[in-house]
């Protein structure tokens, strides 16, 4: 099955009106001509020139300007195909509260723009989260994050994908790697300095060097983190009195950037039991941790 094909089937299956409905007929008008490939009449146009072209002679410029006529339309059929894959990988991820229809079109363009030349199905993966993660939260992703996304490599993806494995998530659903020490023996999910060093240099992260860690403060009774799907109460062990500083729970040396936000609400980390035995060895020095059964 063709992209082209995959959508005009997700459309059939769609029911009117549903988000992914609308997902599917927001992004067709974004891409120009409905489900019709964006490009169509450029590729057409070259394929017009190829034949008039060989149709004219054969000498050189001829065969010159045929294969430059050929090689846009093999070119714009490429980038369709790129651009209609994303669309295919994001619908599974269109939620039934979804609001596509309030996607910025100019957000579209850029988005598009870039996905085009993005064929590498991991990558590719990746963009649709994005565009599918937009489509439910418009908003979520800046104009900044789309074009930085364009010049990230698989192995930069693969590091991130890795420090978000540190990933807690407090009671608004913000993401933050709880991570103590950068040049540690004792991580149970191995992260080289290297690693680390590339993330920040890249515009990702940034994480302090000195001796002192950051921290989260806890101005309630008590505030809860999430891991693997499990939710835990922490309560400071010190009386009500205590200052803020001794409230906060150390969140250690890494601070996600902007851009580093925005990709950790799609990079999809794999999860680890260690990682909860590791940040609660620090964490029980000073806090009472209690897991919330629901």
């Not at 549903?18 to 490939?37: C, M, Q």
């Not at 619908?91 to 723009?113: C, G, Q, R, S, T």
């Not at 060097?209 to 062990?237: A, H």
């Amino acid at each position: 099955m063709t992209p082209t094909e995959g959508i005009l089937g997700l459309l059939t299956a769609a029911v009117a009106g549903n988000p992914a409905s609308v997902f599917i007929e927001k992004v067709s008008a974004a891409i120009e001509g409905g489900l019709k490939p964006w490009q169509l009449r450029r590729v057409a146009s070259a394929e017009m020139d190829a034949s008039v072209i060989k149709a004219e002679g054969d000498g050189k410029i001829a065969e010159i300007q045929q294969r430059a006529a050929l090689r846009v339309a093999a070119e714009e059929v490429r980038n369709q195909q790129n651009i209609e894959a994303a669309i295919i990988k994001a619908l599974p991820n269109i939620k039934a509260d979804a609001k596509p229809e309030e996607m910025d079109n100019d957000w579209l363009a850029n988005f598009f723009d870039k996905c085009r030349l993005i064929s590498n199905e991991e990558m590719q993966k990746l963009w649709a989260q994005v565009l599918a993660g937009e489509a439910n939260s418009p908003g979520s992703f800046s104009h900044r994050t789309i074009n930085f996304l364009s010049s990230m490599s698989q192995k930069d993806a693969e590091d991130f994908r890795l420090l978000c494995s540190y990933g807690w998530y407090n009671e608004n659903g913000s993401m933050t790697p709880v991570i103590f020490k950068i040049e540690s023996e004792d991580l149970p999910i191995k992260i080289s300095f290297n690693q680390f060093q590339h993330l920040e240099d890249i515009g990702l992260i940034k994480f302090q060097s000195g001796m002192f860690s950051n921290s989260y403060s806890l101005l309630k009774n008590c505030n809860t983190f999430s891991y693997l799907g499990r939710v835990y109460e922490i309560k400071c062990k010190s009386d009500s009195d205590a200052s803020e500083k001794d409230r906060g729970v150390s969140i250690g040396k890494i601070i996600l950037t902007k851009l580093g936000d925005e990709l950790a609400l799609v990079c999809q980390p794999v999860q680890d039991e260690k990682v909860v035995e590791y940040t609660f060895k620090v964490w029980e020095h000073n806090h009472i941790i209690t897991e919330v059964i629901k």
